[in-house]
C-alpha cells in the first residue's frame, strides 16, 4: 500500500537548519510529483514546496523562497527538505503528500520546533 | 500566492445537509477544475475526499459532493452522521504549470 514517512523534526534554535526526509513506498516513486505542506500548531494547512516526478520542476512559497531547499534521491525513493535559518514561524507539522493534481496520500507528519 | 476563503465555522443537526464555500480567483479555483476538499480530524493527517471540483475517491460516502461556479467552489456534506464533524480545506493548483497549491484557511464542521 501507498505509504509516506517524514522524518528529521525536532527542536531546534532560531537561524539553525534542519533536513526533513520523507521515505515513499507502495507506489512507482518516479512518475510522481511530491509536495510538502506544514501546519502551525492549532493553525490551518500551508503549502510550503513541491518537487516534480523527474526533478526538473521545483517551487516554493513566498514564505520560505530563499531558505528552503526541495530535493529528491530516487534511488531511495525519498524527499528531502532542507530548511536553513529558521524562524519560529516556522514551527509545525510537515507533512510530504503526494501529487497526482490532488493530494491523495499523505504522511503522518514530523513535527519541527524552532525555540531558543 | 493569496489563501482560498473559506467560512470559519459551519454546523448542522444530523439528518440535515450543510455546503462549505472556497472562493478564489481567476487563477486558481475559476481557472482549472484542479479543485480538492480534505478532511482533518484533530491530531490527523488530511484525508481527501473530493478531487477535480466533484469527483470522490474511492471509499468516500456519496454523502460528500463538489460543485464550482465562478471563482467559488462548494462541498456539501448531506445526511449529516456526528462522523463529519471535523475541519474541512479546500484546495487548488495554482500557478504557469499548476504545480503549486493555494489552500483555504479551513472551516470547522460541528454536527449539532
Known amino acids: 500500500q501507498v505509504q509516506l514517512v517524514e522524518s528529521g523534526g525536532g527542536v531546534v534554535q532560531p537561524g539553525r537548519s534542519l533536513r526533513l526526509s520523507c521515505a515513499a513506498s507502495?507506489?512507482?516513486?518516479?512518475?510522481?510529483?511530491i509536495h510538502w505542506v506544514r501546519q502551525a500548531p492549532g493553525k490551518g494547512l500551508e503549502w510550503v514546496a513541491v518537487i516534480w516526478y523527474d526533478g526538473s520542476y521545483k517551487y516554493y512559497a513566498d514564505s520560505v523562497k530563499g531558505r528552503i531547499s526541495i530535493s529528491r534521491d530516487d534511488s531511495k525513493n525519498t524527499v528531502y527538505l532542507q530548511m536553513n535559518s529558521l524562524r519560529a514561524e516556522d514551527t509545525a507539522v510537515y507533512f510530504c503528500v503526494r501529487d497526482t493534481y490532488k493530494l491523495d496520500y499523505w504522511g503522518q507528519g514530523t513535527l519541527a520546533t524552532v525555540s531558543s | 500566492q493569496s489563501a482560498l476563503t473559506q467560512p470559519p465555522s459551519a454546523s448542522g443537526s444530523p439528518g440535515q445537509s450543510v455546503t462549505i464555500s472556497c472562493t478564489g480567483t481567476?487563477?486558481?479555483?475559476?481557472?482549472?477544475?484542479?479543485v480538492s476538499w480534505y478532511q482533518q480530524n484533530p491530531g490527523k493527517a488530511p484525508k481527501l475526499m473530493i478531487y477535480?471540483?466533484?469527483k470522490r475517491p474511492s471509499g468516500v460516502p456519496d454523502r460528500f459532493s463538489g460543485s464550482k461556479s465562478g471563482n467559488t467552489a462548494s462541498l456539501t456534506v448531506s445526511g449529516l452522521q456526528a462522523e463529519d464533524e471535523a475541519d474541512y480545506y479546500c484546495?487548488?493548483?495554482?500557478?504557469?504549470?499548476?504545480?503549486?497549491?493555494?489552500f483555504g484557511g479551513g472551516t470547522k464542521l460541528t454536527v449539532l
Open positions: 484546495s487548488s493548483h495554482a500557478g504557469s504549470n499548476n504545480f503549486e497549491v493555494l
Open positions: 481567476s487563477s486558481d479555483v475559476g481557472g482549472y477544475n484542479y
Open positions: 477535480e471540483v466533484s
Open positions: 507502495g507506489f512507482t516513486f518516479t512518475i510522481y510529483g
